[in-house]
């Protein structure tokens, strides 16, 4: 019975994490890194890491508003505008795009890879 009551909760686990990912793909457009740097100048560049992280180096023009700020802070940012979102990998980035689309946000767009794979410019506080 614990045998049945176990491979059921790992199929509604594994079934939940495929249905996430799937509906993730119709709001969220993962982007490579040219391609985020043809676009982010023209929208909102939002780096999600913490501050310090942030003061260490960031992306050149990026806000920061951590992830941990985002229920707080989110109306700072235009509902109609894209908003290009980069945490260090991008973990992070999707968990915030997540809570940005439940708040009416429909431009969302993350750095593949996030800040760790970054080769561009960047500025350090």
């Known amino acids: 019975m614990l045998l049945w009551i176990s491979i059921a909760i ?9 249905i996430s990912k799937l509906l993730q793909k119709r ?5 490579s890194q040219d391609e985020f740097i043809s676009g982010y100048r023209r ?12 003061d260490n180096g960031h992306i050149l023009g990026a806000r920061n ?5 985002l229920r707080m802070r989110f109306s700072e940012m235009r509902k109609d505008q894209p908003v290009y ?5 991008s973990a ?26 970054w080769t561009g410019k960047i500025k350090k506080k």
């Not at 508003?65 to 700020?69: K, L, M, N």
């Not at 979102?85 to 990998?89: A, Q």
């Open 10 to 18: 790992v199929i509604a686990y594994i079934s939940y994490v495929i």
């Open 27 to 31: 709001y969220l457009t993962k982007l």
């Open 43 to 54: 929208s909102q560049l939002i780096d999600v890491r913490e501050e310090k992280e942030y």
């Open 65 to 69: 508003i951590p992830t941990t700020q």
């Open 85 to 89: 979102l980069y945490c260090e990998g």
């Open 92 to 117: 992070r980035s999707s968990r915030a795009a997540q809570f940005l689309k439940r708040k009416g946000y429909t431009q969302l767009f993350y750095l593949d890879g996030g800040f760790r794979k």
